[in-house]
């Protein structure tokens, strides 16, 4: 059985998803000889400049981090060679490796991601897979090709996503899930027990960068849709519509099933889209295209973060929000 201390990792990452999978072959014990992240950026309002999740993990654990814009230089080819890695392990890492990279480890480059592959191969797999409304998603741990995730499978593990799980949720969820099966793969690899699978490509998605202007919603919309978007997007850039002439964000919902025992029932049936049917205690309920939906948290451009228990006093049955 092949030692974890004697297989040289490189491993490759930047946020937290990356760095909990880092942490899973540290404590596994693999010999982790260098860690790759995409360089510190600024943060905040104050534009800090932050290292990300990964490179803190390997510094805690005394691992050297290089932080290149791209791989695409000679200057990253020697140094990944210098480093004799017998694998290279990728997990968010957020750029594609070039052929020479992916040719130097003796037992190629792996990677892991959020996603049942062929489904979703992209760099946004678990928001769109929110915001879509997908009741199930999963890890794909994978050879690296030339291609976008288009490499062969080597293990696969579902997870369900809950109808209320927004994605950072999610994200951790499957972070979690990744580690908890990504040292056996490395080891099973390098043993010669695993068997890649070929992806069907006919059955391949795309899942591209979240753009800003997908957080816009309107309350025509369906409620689940709304709330699809709004669990979707609430790190960023935020759920927003129009309310009069202010931005309104919102962060968290939920999709009404039953209204309130004492609801309008006039109203809720001929009120148009956006107009508020229920307003009381921690209870704002919006009419939608189809349905209802519970604002729990939002947001008024220039304002604060509040909860619906905040402000539903402030809104009356027949307001349009």
């Excluded at 814009?69 to 990253?76: G, S």
């Excluded at 004799?84 to 480059?109: H, N, Q, R, W």
């Excluded at 202007?213 to 709330?227: C, K, N, Q, R, Y």
Aim: hydrophobic share 40%; proline share 7%.
């Amino acid at each position: 059985m092949t030692d974890p201390r004697d297989l040289r990792i490189v491993f490759m990452g930047t946020p937290e998803f990356a760095a909990v999978n880092l942490r899973a072959l540290i404590s596994a014990g693999f010999n982790v000889v260098l860690c790759c992240c995409q360089p510190d950026k600024p943060v905040g309002r104050k534009q800090i400049l932050t290292p990300p999740p990964v490179k803190v993990e390997a510094e805690k654990s005394g691992i050297e981090v290089y932080q290149p814009a791209t791989l695409r230089t000679d200057e990253a080819f020697v140094k990944i060679s210098e480093a004799k890695p017998d694998m290279i392990v990728t997990a968010a890492y957020g750029k594609i490796l070039p052929v020479s990279i992916l040719e130097i480890p003796k037992y190629g480059c792996i990677n892991c991601h959020g996603s049942l592959l062929p489904e979703r191969r992209g760099s946004a797999p678990v928001q769109r897979a929110v915001m879509d409304g997908d009741k199930v998603t999963g890890i794909t741990i994978m050879m690296m090709a030339e291609g976008m995730d288009t490499g062969d499978m080597l293990v696969q593990k579902e997870l369900p996503i809950g109808p209320d799980m927004h994605s950072d949720e999610l994200m951790m969820a499957l972070a979690e899930l990744s580690a908890s099966i990504l040292p056996k793969a490395v080891t099973d690899l390098a043993e010669g027990l695993l068997t890649p699978v070929k992806q069907d490509d006919s059955k391949a998605t795309y899942c591209p960068p979240i753009a800003s202007e997908e957080g816009h919603f309107t309350w025509d919309l369906p409620a689940s849709v709304i709330h699809n978007k709004v669990r979707a997007l609430s790190s960023w850039p935020g759920a927003f519509t129009e309310s009069g002439d202010r931005k309104l964000k919102i962060y968290d919902s939920r999709v009404v099933s039953e209204l309130p025992e004492h609801t309008d029932k006039d109203l809720a049936d001929k009120a148009l889209p956006g107009v508020i049917v229920y307003s009381k205690g921690q209870d704002l309920i919006i009419k939608c295209g189809d349905g209802f939906l519970k604002i729990l948290e939002l947001q008024f451009a220039g304002g604060k973060r509040l909860a619906s228990r905040d402000v539903a006093h402030n809104y009356k049955p027949g307001q349009t929000i």
